[in-house]
């Protein structure tokens, strides 16, 4: 009879490990579902930069630096996001969205740019597609904390410890990144 119940006892724990596997894998997929989301979006800003870039680029031949970062930044990005490196994605995004403002910035002072239809319409596209990544960069940072805060906890622990899962990174930018950059034009 002692046998029976020792293992009874231990199928209970096997179905339980595998039931907590099994969740914690579901976080896991849920986290790269996550950061497809925002890696599709990025791949939509990636195309419409030049477009914008080169509507700037005619009308602004002054800011040729301000350009060249942003298309750099841009690059920088797309790197870092196709290696699903999170934190070189998180510092590209930031040199990015900086170089935005920056180009936003001069704009002001070009009033023949603001005018032009091309440039307000890829300007908007810009700009709501940065607000989809940042929301996507809130979904993702909400999964990142749900699987890691499960794999902190004991038994989850254990089983994550055993089966060599790690921490995912989250998408951050420092107190100072945090604040959109100043997109808009006086005429917005």
């Not at 510092?91 to 070009?110: D, I, K, P, T």
């Not at 906890?153 to 990144?177: G, H, I, K």
Request: with cysteine; charged share 20%.
């Amino acid at each position: 009879m002692g046998v029976v119940i020792f293992l009874a006892v231990l199928v209970l724990l096997a179905c339980y490990g595998i039931s907590l596997y099994r969740n914690l894998v579901a976080l896991r997929l849920d986290v790269s579902q996550a950061w497809s989301a925002i890696d599709a979006l990025v791949l939509q800003r990636h195309d419409e930069l030049p477009r914008l870039i080169g509507v700037c680029a005619g009308h602004m031949t002054h800011e040729g630096e301000t350009l060249e970062r942003l298309t750099r930044a841009r690059a920088a990005v797309l790197q870092a996001t196709g290696r699903n490196d999170v934190a070189a994605a998180s510092a590209a995004e930031s040199l990015l969205r900086s170089s935005l403002g920056q180009l936003f910035v001069a704009v002001r002072n070009c009033p023949k740019l603001q005018a032009d239809d091309s440039f307000r319409h890829f300007q908007d596209r810009v700009m709501q597609l940065q607000q989809h990544i940042a929301d996507r960069c809130e979904l993702y940072n909400g999964t990142v904390n749900l699987i890691n805060v499960r794999m902190g906890r004991f038994p989850n622990s254990c089983v994550s410890r055993m089966l060599d899962f790690r921490d995912a990174a989250p998408f951050e930018f420092t107190d100072e990144q945090e604040g959109d950059a100043d997109m808009k034009t006086p005429s917005d």
